[in-house]
T-cell receptor, first 113, second 111 residues
Framework: DTAVSQTPKYLVTQMGNDKSIKCEQNLGHDTMYWYKQDSKKFLKIMFSYNNKELIINETVPNRFSPKSPDKAHLNLHINSLELGDSAVYFC????????????FGQGTRLTVV | GENVEQHPSTLSVQEGDSAVIKCTYSDSASNYFPWYKQELGKGPQLIIDIRSNVGEKKDQRIAVTLNKTAKHFSLHITETQPEDSAVYFCAATSGNTPLVFGKGTRLSVIA
């Protein structure tokens, strides 16, 4: 069974569109994250949720809005997509302490054209 | 906040040789230091981790060392194999914040 699954794996869309990426974890973890990986492979934290509540929101444009319907799901909605949003987005989860292994999804490669 | 520096950015070694990747961190409160391996088209996967109450940890061909005083930690891979080729990331956290990653090292093992 996949521990952290995100869909879709690939997403190609035009500038100005709105899109969502879904993430689910079946590990019983309390904390979930969204990371953005740019073309240089740099992994940067975007959001952190603990038990459905937003804990950390790094400097991310308001066009990005995470939604956590329950602690096993953390979706990412992006409005008015821009060329610079093209990247690979990773969902991850960990136990509440944060000092144990973080499990990552397979990533969603978003290409804005 | 935490800042993690990782070197080198690329590393090529002959099969069978050792590879060493080094990281430094800035926040003295950080106490958990994992290493992740990312293969092409996949998400990062944990290969080894170390906590601040330990100076060294080994798992088969992989070892990690931690120097808390100098805020350094390193990954050592011995007897490298072509399947070790990937991007490796170090990270650090105090447990109260998300993992902060280094910028990655692209390791190429040449057969």
């Amino acid at each position: 069974d996949t521990a952290v699954s995100q869909t879709p794996k690939y997403l190609v869309t035009q500038m100005g569109n709105d899109k969502s990426i879904k993430c689910e974890q079946n590990l019983g973890h309390d904390t979930m994250y969204w990371y953005k990986q740019d073309s240089k492979k740099f992994l940067k934290i975007m959001f952190s949720y603990n038990n459905k509540e937003l804990i950390i929101n790094e400097t991310v444009p308001n066009r990005f809005s995470p939604k956590s319907p329950d602690k096993a799901h953390l979706n990412l909605h992006i409005n008015s997509l821009e060329l610079g949003d093209s990247a690979v987005y990773f969902c991850a989860s960990t136990s509440a302490s944060g000092k144990t292994e973080a499990f990552f999804g397979q990533g969603t490669r978003l290409t804005v054209v | 906040g935490e800042n993690v520096e990782q070197h080198p950015s690329t590393l090529s070694v002959q099969e069978g040789d050792s590879a060493v990747i080094k990281c430094t961190y800035s926040d003295s409160a950080s106490n958990y230091f994992p290493w992740y391996k990312q293969e092409l088209g996949k998400g990062p996967q944990l290969i080894i981790d170390i906590r601040s109450n330990v100076g060294e940890k080994k798992d088969q061909r992989i070892a990690v060392t931690l120097n808390k005083t100098a805020k350094h930690f390193s990954l050592h891979i011995t007897e490298t194999q072509p399947e070790d080729s990937a991007v490796y990331f170090c990270a650090a956290t105090s447990g109260n914040t998300p993992l902060v990653f280094g910028k990655g090292t692209r390791l190429s093992v040449i057969a």
